[in-house]
């Protein structure tokens, strides 16, 4: 298989406050995701798992070391850069869906193409094709206050992948919904990395999840643990 | 008996809650201190200017102002037929001055000062030279002590002594008897005009062309020029141009007591008038004894018109219940103004007061709920806000009173009372509110129709609101209309301060009711334009506007910011536009008065001088135009056999029109018709304009003169109005000369850069009246100036709560719109399209206010400009049409715009340390 890596991330530090009261949240991390792939980040909560995610995705600047995604040293960009990478490389679905509540279901997932300039009969169409893989093409015209956990994080998902992107970074998607949709919205987010051929970066404490992904990550008080052997990539 | 249970307060919440919502109860206490201040502070402060506009009008109403009582004399019929020499004339006189005073009210004797008895003759003229010269004699007597009048000192001669010798002093004239000699003193300028010295006669006939024996005792120079009793007589002093008429100019001779007995007999009692004057001592009065003063001089007058008939005592005599008449009406136009700025003000205050509970009681509607769910009942937490509510507005309320005390005499309650009140009750209100909604099951009704029974409730509510302001509105402009803004003048003649009296408050309320229903009707348009613009930015090629459209159409739906911000933009405009026409209004005043840059006033009976006077003018440097003229106020004109008493003005006809069309003044189109002379039967072509249409075109008007044939005037055409006079009559100096009249200008007109410095100099021998000067006066009037003092205050708080109102609109939406952001920057927003998507949503309720707030300002304006009746504060003779402040309106405009910048870049710099990384735990914002 092709060696490149879609993520690379090596020697991560992330600390929050200085003195005794100092968290050291991030310690040396480092490993590298394969293109096409779902990665299951597992830990403990308060383990580091969002810091993780954060500075995988450019929300937020590691202390040392570099994360490069798609050939793209995150760590090295500006604030635009930043929001290019944003706009074009990376996908985000949070754990409280992060919708626009004053959007229709449509227009929350237009809205990374408007952001792109993308045409506005090929963004039409890109919105009622996703809308269709999440299953939601009936819901198109409903506010976020109109839809269900389940339906609003399917909207999420839609939305993250509207751009295209490369990676898609997951923070407990399923968090707060219950055991059957979320279970929906696993297969949907197992799904696109068939269909879409993205790949998948989710913090997770669902044991399904994690027998979904090809691999698991698993993070202790910031530090990555020896992955158990074969599971790998290959 | 049931005993309620004493509501749950939970003290140490009470506490707590302030320490967490410093701001905006800061900014709360902020608000209440300064309105308080201000509306505590803006009526007594207006009650001590209208002390003050009192005296002002006084001082300057001199003679008008004083209250005289004339007195008969006793009969001096002698036993044999003649008539008897008092001695003691001069006691006489004095102790009428006592009895004078005892028939006055102790109310108004204490604001007079000392009286001075006066005698003067009739008017005499003097026998030598063409010129129409007059003389009178006059006696002064404000102090006995020292001889009977103002002191003198003698610079020729002496003091005019009694026409007999002591031992004769009683002795009986029969009628007919030659004509009895008199003593006068001369004032050294009378005496070097008439070229006499002591021992000459003055060469004196009486209307009736019998002979005076006048004798010149001697020439005096006043001791104190200012002393009161001269002005009761200046001509004693110096020769005065015009008082008997066209041309004429008026001498006097000063009595002394020990000649008055010798007048007396030199004439006849109709013929030598006694007179006791009062002049007001303008320090002791207030706007409030004013009041008693003018009801007392009623009355005075009435009595004596009465009793006047039957027995011969005193006839009272003033104008100072007119002049008081019309400084209390200027003082109740200052107040009405002064509560329509109140109004304003409380208006938007209270506004804000309620936005700022909105936004407190949103920060915790969390909290509240909460507190419901864990078992607190409403009573309790209503409790509970309300002693915090209370405690702060108290606070902040004895603050602002505080400083209150502090700037002016007195505190008006009345209208701190609202703003304190509106403190006191808005968070407790709108919190309890909350709390119920928040636990009365859901939210939003799952079931449909319950849903929309929830909306119709809403916008039942909301409409009934509306409805209740709009008739508000509705019912202050009708009373404004019919009943204008003045006070009723039968129950309160002087108006009471600002808002005293409650009948006045609704009509004041116009401007404010009226930008309300305005800021409510664009409310309602509002959301439709928001609606457009998001419609059309969906299929927008600019990417972002959709984002701030969408938002924008929440955030402008809230009503309480929109308010405030277009009805202080639409009040502070209002304002604006009543300032700058008060003020265009007060030049046009100083215009009209002057009637160029400056005017001379000449007191010499001689043309040439005056010509020669005119011509020294001319030669300064900047001065543009000189114009003499003749102007004689009460001319007597027979009108198609009516008498009437116009100001004639005799005027070279085309310099006027030239002077006119170069000054703001309006113009003369007809004067070229002047100038024909000899036209219909050789009478003299006139110009006239009359307030009542008395004179017309075509009227038949004959110029009566005392020395040498009437003249007649031929109406050609409307003259344009020359100073305060309500008729005018204009003709030509030329046309005049030619009919055989004489002309000797009183007046100069000068206009140019120079001519306030060209008459300045003092030497010319005139009375001098600068525009620049006469407009500084005005404006710095005490009612002008408190009035522009106001306004500016009014303005600038309006605009600061405008402001406050926006910032405090965007605080309450703060946390969603930055949620929404961070959510885009998340998709990929640019920071720096952040800050403009922000900017776009808080636009739509801002350029509303920015475009519509100034319109409705000047709308109203022009709806209340009529009777708002600020001709009479302005003194001009009609009511002004409305002056558009361009440039402040602009500002006006321009500012709630620059504040949107503003409030986005201090939201920004408040969120720049919140990573966007936070954005992907729970909290967000
Ligand atoms: N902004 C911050 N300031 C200070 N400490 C922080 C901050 N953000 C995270 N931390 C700390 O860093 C550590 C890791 O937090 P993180 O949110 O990454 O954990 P997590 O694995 O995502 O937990 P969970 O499963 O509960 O979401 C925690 O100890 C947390 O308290
Ligand atoms: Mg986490």
Redesign the interface.
Known sequence: MSTVPLLSVRGVERRFGVGPTAVHALRDVSFDVQGGTMVALVGRSGSGKTTLLNVVGGLDRPDAGTVVVDGTDVTALDEDGLSRLRRATVGYVFQTFGLIPVLSAAENVGAPLRLARTPAAERERRVELLLELVGLADHAQQRPAELSGGQQQRVAIARALAASPRLLIADEPTGQLDAETGLSVMSLLRGVVESEGVTVLVATHDPVMMALAERVIRIQDGRLDAEPAGSAPG | MIRLPWPAVHWPTVRARPRADAGPLLLTAVVVAVVVLFAGAVPPLMRATADQAVRDAVRQAAEDATVRVHARWEPDDGPYGGRVRDPYLAETVSDLRGMAGDELDPDLRAVLRPPIATVTSSTLKITDGGIQRTFQLGYLGNDPAAGGGPGVTWLAGGAPRPAVPEAESRIEVPYGAPPWPVQVGLAKPVADTLNLGPGDRIPLVDQRRRTKHVVVSGVFAPTDRDDPAWRLAPWLLEPVAGVDGVGSTRFAGLLSADSLPDARLAFADEELDRTVWFALDPEVLTRDSAESVAANVVALKAASASSGVRDSSLRWETRLDAVLRDVRTRIAAANAQASVLLVGVLTVAILVLLLAADLLVRRRAMALTAARQRGATLPDLATELLVESVALALLAGAAGLGLVVAVASGISWRWAAPVILAAAVATPVLGTLTAARATRDRRVPANRTARRWVRRTGQLRRATLEVAVLAGAVAAFTTLHQRGILPPASTAPTGPGPGEDGGATLPASAPALGALVGALLLLRLLPLGTGLVLRRS??S?R??A??GA??A??TSARVLPVLVLVTSVALASFAFTLRATAVQGLAEGAWRTVGADARLDVNLADAAATTALAERVAAAPGVRQVVTAQVTDNARLVADSTLVTPRLVIVDARAFARLLAATPLPDGPQFDRLAVTGGAGGAVPALVRSADGGLRPGTRLELRRADGPAVQLAVVGTAPPVGDADDVVVVDAAAVAAAGVPVVPNTVWVTGPGAGRAVADRTLGADVLDREEVLAQRRTAPLSLGLLRLWWASITMLLAMGLLGLALGAAASAA?RWQ?LT?????????VDARRVAVGELLPPVLVAAVGGPLLGVLLAALTLGPLALRLLTGQAVDPTAVLPWWQLGVLAVAPLAAVVVVVRVELAARRHR???E????G?G
């Open positions: 969906l299929r090629r990417p972002l959709v984002f969408a938002r159409a929440v969603q929404t959510r885009l920057r998340t998709l990929g927003l640019r920071p990573r966007l990384g954005v992907l735990r729970a967000e």
